[in-house]
């Protein structure tokens, strides 16, 4: 069985340094989409229209511990409720674990009340808020504090950010 991942592990590392690891164009060569004016959208934007970080982000960053300690509980917790489940149980319990996890995170920055009332922009696209705020954030020297905060809240932002940032650097 080690046998059959082998080959598959060199053909990767192979392709990667003959087309190089994937790029992403500065934040100057993208284009932000708009977010949405308000909070009404799926996703609470990190950052307000002025420019400064969301209520919710800051205390998220203050909470940063309880949030961990949230995400370790809720993936115990999801693993440990779908270890009887053969082949996709192990799935299963991530995913349960995650939205575990990003109750309890929710739960101590003060809810989704506080999380929606401290914006004023929002997203329906985890890609879109992504873009925005690589394109106009990035430099911010607080910047994967932000980032690591709004993972707390939105844990399948985590796998979307870079993929949407390659996706928005092709041809640029």
Same mark, same amino acid.
């Given at each position: 069985m080690k046998m059959i991942h082998v080959p598959v592990v060199v053909?990767?590392?192979? =392709?990667l340094t003959a087309w190089g690891a994937p790029q992403i164009a500065a934040p100057t060569a993208?284009?932000?989409?708009?977010? /949405?004016e308000g909070s009404a959208g799926k996703y609470a934007s990190p950052f307000t229209s002025d420019g400064v970080t969301?209520?919710?982000?800051?205390?998220? =960053?203050?909470?940063?511990a309880?949030?961990? /300690?949230g995400s370790m509980a809720g993936n115990y917790a999801g693993q440990k409720a779908m270890e009887q489940v053969?082949?996709?149980?192990g799935f299963?319990?991530?995913?349960?674990?995650?939205? =575990?996890?990003?109750? /309890?995170?929710?739960?101590?920055i003060g809810g989704e009340e506080f999380l929606r009332s401290s914006t004023d922009l929002s997203f329906n696209s985890l890609n879109d808020m992504a873009l925005y705020m690589y394109v106009n954030y990035s430099s911010n020297p607080e910047y994967q504090k932000i980032l690591d905060a709004t993972y707390a809240i939105y844990p399948e932002f985590q796998t979307a950010y870079l993929p949407a940032l390659q996706t928005a650097s092709v041809g640029k």
């Open positions: 053909a990767g590392a192979l =392709m993208l284009t932000a989409p708009a977010p /949405i969301a209520g919710w982000v800051t205390k998220s =960053m203050q909470v940063k309880a949030g961990q /300690i053969p082949f996709v149980g299963l319990g991530k995913k349960a674990g995650a939205a =575990m996890g990003r109750g /309890i995170a929710l739960k101590a």
